[in-house]
């Protein structure tokens, strides 16, 4: 028996997930990994199906930010603000 899991998405309404490669893929989706990142740990698993758990993948995807279950993040980290800077957005003016 393979894994399941259960979705809710933002208005509390739940989905089942009843197969483990959809249960992995939603797990993977933490915020720390790409798409490309959740297809090759599929691939890895499951490599006789390699070929199409791309476009798999993307399709569940896609099916859960529809569903407005998922969401896209920048996966980059903010880019560090100087002091200056922040005292100028705070519409503050720093002595050099």
Known sequence: MG????????????????????TISWKSCDGSRSVGDIVAILAREYPESAGQIASDVQEGIDTLVREHALVFVDLEPPRPVSRARRANRAGMIEAG
């Open 3 to 22: 894994e399941a899991a259960v979705v809710y998405d933002r208005a509390g309404y739940a989905q089942p997930i009843s197969t483990t490669p959809a």
